[in-house]
C-alpha cells in the first residue's frame, strides 16, 4: 500500500517562505515523478510543480516559476517544495502526488495523470 504524506503547511506573513514535504512509503521511491497541486477554497485543484523520475526535469506553473522549487532526498524517501516570496494568492490546500508506474515522462499537469495522493496541509499566507 503506497501512502503519501504531506506536511510543513502553516501560516506566513505575505513575503515569507515555506518548505512543504512529501513523505512516500510503501513501494521504491527512486522512479517515480512527483508532483504538487493545489486548491484553494471555492476554485479548482491546480497543477503546481512537477519533478521527473530521473529529477533531470522540473515543470512549473506560471504563477509560480522562480518562486518555488521542487526538489527530491532519496535518502529521506521525500519530496519537498521549497516556496519564497509568498502572496496571499497562494494560499490553498497543497497536495502531493505521485504515479503509479516508474519512469513516466512527460510535462504532466492534470491530476489524473497521478495515481497516489496525499491528505493535503494546508498554506494560508497572511497580507
Known amino acids: 500500500q503506497v501512502q503519501v504524506v504531506e506536511s510543513g503547511g502553516g501560516t506566513v506573513q505575505a513575503g515569507g517562505s515555506l518548505r512543504l514535504s512529501c513523505a512516500i512509503s510503501?513501494?521504491?521511491?527512486?522512479?517515480?515523478?512527483m508532483g504538487w497541486f493545489r486548491q484553494a477554497p471555492g476554485k479548482e485543484r491546480e497543477f503546481v510543480a512537477r519533478?521527473?523520475?530521473?529529477?533531470?526535469?522540473?515543470y512549473y506553473a506560471d504563477s509560480v516559476k522562480g518562486r518555488f522549487t521542487i526538489s527530491t532526498d532519496y535518502a529521506k524517501r521525500t519530496a519537498y517544495l521549497q516556496m519564497n516570496s509568498l502572496t496571499p494568492e497562494d494560499t490553498a490546500v497543497y497536495y502531493c502526488?505521485?504515479?503509479?508506474?516508474?519512469?513516466?515522462?512527460?510535462?504532466?499537469?492534470?491530476?489524473?495523470?497521478?495515481?497516489?495522493w496525499g491528505q493535503g496541509t494546508q498554506v494560508t499566507v497572511s497580507s
Open positions: 519533478l521527473s523520475w530521473s529529477s533531470s526535469d522540473t
Open positions: 510503501g513501494r521504491t521511491f527512486r522512479g517515480y515523478s
Open positions: 502526488a505521485t504515479d503509479r508506474l516508474p519512469f513516466q515522462d512527460g510535462d504532466i499537469r492534470v491530476g489524473s495523470g497521478y495515481d497516489y
